[in-house]
């Protein structure tokens, strides 16, 4: 391995925190479309508002997804013990998700090809459960991962996994789903009241701030909760380049564990204070009729959301509760030393495309969406 210019424990850190920015990048890129799609009952009251909606994400929504993509194909390529658990142990959620969002495509296509009301009204509420059911789901994983998930190795580490769909449904992990539903609708909020104008964007501004302060209290109530639950820890210190064992350590589960981190890094506290602090600033933003940036606070919360949960977890990826020694961490479930840096050269050439592109697209976009636009345009929903 000495071709490699990078040890291989700088590697497993490097694609750590690449996972990171790519579950960011979907909760903001793709997030918005989840929250504009939540908020389509509530701001759009009539034919032509709720269309003028759907037009704000319709053009961006495919491009948002690629977020998604990057994030499971990162995980399966860089992390693939964690893909194996965690994609077939959610297996039943990840059908949820899978169904919610294909239910946005064809509600996209299909709610404008009959006149009747009926119709229309059908594919709006599909529209809206697209939104709604991901956002939920993927908060309530969160949640799980905090919590930690009933499965274990066998020696020959063959999984098992002694869980189902209900389990998952606990009191913690549902408030972790009400976070992410909260965030996600302050962030879709902030889209709105920047791309249409009149009653939508003023109904936008008044459910955005409602979202942005919920989104607070209830991370701060998630928090408190966190460091009273029982977290995981290592007992003995791992080996950041040694192999790819997940039964090579020795980890407990014990109270408040989850906390150890920010007590020995205390400027690590910023990241929940930026979570806290961005929900809030998009609150007063979106009250005071600045729309882009009430979006910026709502990305920087986000953002702060997610690093507290992965900086709490660290360097844990998918804690086990039925085996602590069976949980997966950073240090023992990553590819091998060559593949994560493969991987990093192919993530170096093709994530700069991927945000100039983005870029360029949200560039050509830009400007408010209104009757008189749709009008002009064949391609309009």
């Known amino acids: 391995m000495d071709t490699i210019p990078l ?5 497993r850190l490097i694609w750590w925190l690449l ?10 890129m793709d997030g918005f479309d989840l929250g504009v799609a939540t908020l389509l009952p509530a701001v759009a009251r009539t034919d032509e508002e709720r269309r003028i909606v759907l037009n704000v994400i319709g053009p961006v929504w495919e491009g948002n997804q690629v977020w998604l993509i990057l994030g499971g194909g990162a995980i399966f390529a860089a992390f693939p013990p964690l ?20 239910l946005r495509p064809v509600g996209f296509k299909f709610r404008s090809k009959v006149p009747d009301p009926r119709w229309r009204a059908a594919w709006d509420w599909a529209l809206f459960v697209s939104g709604l059911v991901p956002a939920l789901v993927f908060g309530v994983a969160m ?8 499965f274990r ?13 209900f389990g998952l449904l606990t009191p913690f992990a549902l408030l972790c789903g009400l976070v992410s539903v909260a965030m996600l609708v302050m962030h879709g909020a902030g889209m709105l009241a920047m791309k249409t104008s009149g009653a939508i964007a003023e109904r936008a501004r008044r459910y955005g701030s409602l979202a942005a302060l919920a989104t ?5 109530i998630g928090g408190f909760w966190v460091a009273r639950i029982d977290g995981y820890a290592l007992q003995v210190a791992m080996d950041p380049a040694g192999p790819s064992n997940p039964l090579a350590k020795v980890a407990v589960s014990q109270a408040g564990a989850w906390m150890g981190n920010y007590a020995r890094w205390p400027i690590t506290w910023l990241l929940p204070a930026l979570g806290v602090a961005g929900a809030l600033l998009s609150a007063v933003l979106l009250r005071a009729g600045r729309a882009g940036l009430a979006f910026l606070a709502s990305s920087v919360s986000i953002a702060g959301i997610i690093l507290t949960e992965g900086l709490a977890t660290f360097p844990f990826l998918l804690p086990s509760s039925t085996q602590a020694g069976s949980s997966l961490t950073l240090w023992d479930a990553s590819s091998s030393h060559m593949t994560l840096f493969i991987m ?4 170096a050439f093709f994530l700069p495309i991927i945000l100039l592109y983005t870029a360029w697209v949200f560039r050509v976009l830009r400007g408010k969406v209104d009757q008189a636009g749709m009008g002009r345009n064949p391609n309009a929903y």
Do not use: H, K
Not at 153 to 165: M, N
């Open 7 to 11: 040890d291989y424990a700088t590697l």
């Open 344 to 347: 990093l050269l192919a993530t």
């Open 216 to 220: 607070a209290v209830l991370f701060v």
């Open 83 to 102: 893909y194996a658990v965690s994609f077939s142990g959610f297996y039943i959620a990840m059908f949820l998700i899978l169904f919610a969002l294909i």
């Open 143 to 150: 949640g799980n991962v905090l919590l930690g998930v009933p």
């Open 19 to 28: 996972l990171g920015i790519l579950l960011i990048g979907f909760a903001i």
């Open 153 to 165: 190795f066998d020696e020959t580490l063959r999984i098992f996994y002694e869980g189902g769909l």
